[in-house]
């Protein structure tokens, strides 16, 4: 119950509607040495997906209360799949593996067999819709977030060449309400990309986004558990300069809120962070 609860609130660190840490750029010397005036984003192009593209994606959540204490670590990991026939996209392998407290080993991962193979066209607005999930468990809530978390990544990674300029941030996201179906809701206060500079992963020049939205007025309810508190979710995006494909992306999230268990009159504070990587395994 403890495992599931936690599960079902961090769901609102993913909210991105249709939808941080700002990152310091690693510039290549005969990048660096160029006149920042000059630099601009390419314009009018599309992502070229050459073939299939297979990314690892790694988030760890914490659960702690209001002194830091953590209660429960849980580590989900799935392979994304991007460039298949028809522009779907495809996830294998994903699993969980759970923690008690801040240092006891994870237990063995648990694979969700309900993911192997689920296959979709990626986009944004379907992955809202009320039977999107309809052969995923109530409280699948992770597994729910890895559709969405790789929806953002590349919505904000991909979607803004032709309106961002270096170092002026953009906003793309202004009080716009978002309802996750079996979850709760949410409403984006202020979303904001920043082009922060350029970089190199895998080979390729890239541009560097960052993300941010701060202060989100969160509700869940799901299980029998209702929270609300606040949501605030960062990171920044590596986006080839040449292909528009994402050659890594990094998420952060906190959520503080109170929480009433199934049952419980009284309110506990709860604070819930996580951290999440996606970079590519397999490419064409």
């Known amino acids: 119950m403890r495992s599931r609860t936690i599960t079902a609130l961090i769901s609102g660190l993913v909210i991105w509607a249709v939808f941080g840490l700002p990152g310091q750029s690693l510039f290549v010397p005969s990048l660096a040495a160029q006149s920042l005036s000059t630099w601009t984003l390419p314009q009018g192009i599309t992502v070229k997906d050459t073939g299939p593209r297979t990314y690892r994606f790694i988030v760890d959540y914490n659960a ?89 990544l590349e919505y904000f990674g991909q979607g803004f ?23 709760g809701t949410a409403r984006i206060h202020n979303g904001m990309l920043e082009w922060i500079g350029r970089s190199q992963r895998n080979g390729q020049e890239c541009a560097v986004i960052h993300y941010e939205a701060f202060l989100n007025p969160l509700e869940i309810d799901n299980g029998g558990m209702t929270l609300k508190g606040r949501d605030n979710y960062w990171g920044e995006i590596w986006v080839s300069l040449a292909t528009k494909q994402i050659e890594y992306g990094k ?3 906190i959520v503080v809120g109170e929480m009433k ?24």
């Open 64 to 152: 702690a209360n209001a002194k830091g204490e953590t209660s429960i670590r849980q580590h989900v990991t799935g392979e994304y799949t991007r460039g298949l026939p028809g522009g779907d996209v495809m996830w294998n392998n994903v699993t969980q593996a759970d923690a008690i407290g801040a240092t006891a080993p994870f237990a063995a991962a648990q694979k969700r067999d309900f993911m192997e193979g689920f296959r979709y066209n990626n986009s944004l607005p379907s992955t809202m819709k009320p039977d999107f999930f309809k052969g995923f468990p109530p409280t699948a809530v992770f597994e729910r977030n890895l559709v969405w978390d790789t929806g953002m």
């Open 161 to 183: 060449f032709d309106h961002l300029r270096l170092n002026e941030p953009y906003q793309i996201l202004s009080d716009q309400d978002v309802n996750m179906p079996d979850v």
């Open 251 to 253: 998420i952060y999230g």
């Open 261 to 284: 268990l199934p049952g419980q009159d009284t309110p506990q504070v709860l604070n819930v962070f996580r951290v999440g990587t996606l970079e590519p395994v397999s490419a064409k």
